[in-house]
């Protein structure tokens, strides 16, 4: 069996929503949406939140998400990009665990609206291209996005 591995990173010190990873969303805490996501995928074999935070830990838990280590506060910084955290946690993972997963699905919290099998969609596209190294979901914008923006 392939190991395809849903990593969600969620810190606990967002500026602009304050704890909006934890925070009710549609009746569920945001996080709870792309752990959900990942659960209902047929092919997706462990979810991992990657976080800093003991309380988001712990919602994850709740929701049915692995939380096998705190994510260091340098990689949960208001620039930290999407690499270290990443690096970070494969290499946990590798070290402690041995685990290596095949595949990566990366399901931010803060992008909770996805359809249904559309994790399985991206995942399978990805089977069945074994020269693509990335798939990468997006939905067309309802307007054209010149018209979106007003700049004053």
């Not at 998400?65 to 690499?83: H, N, S, V």
Request: some cysteine.
């Amino acid at each position: 069996m392939t190991k395809i591995l849903a990593l969600i990173p969620a810190r606990g010190g967002s500026k602009g929503i304050p704890r909006k990873n934890i925070r009710n969303f549609a009746g569920y805490p945001l996080i709870a949406w792309s752990i959900a996501a990942a659960k209902q995928s047929n092919l997706v074999t462990r979810i991992i939140v990657s976080t800093d935070d003991d309380e988001i830990a712990a919602v994850a838990r709740e929701w049915g998400a692995e939380t096998p280590f705190i994510r260091p506060a340098e990689l949960a910084q208001d620039k930290t990009t999407d690499l270290p955290v990443f690096e970070h946690a494969l290499k946990w993972l590798e070290d402690v665990e041995a685990y290596r997963p095949e595949i990566i699905v990366q399901l931010r919290p803060t992008s909770p609206i996805r359809p249904a099998g559309m994790v399985d969609s991206a995942v399978q596209t990805l089977l069945d291209h074994p020269d693509a190294d990335c798939v990468r979901g997006v939905v067309s914008a309802g307007q054209n996005p010149f018209k979106m923006w007003r700049f004053a």
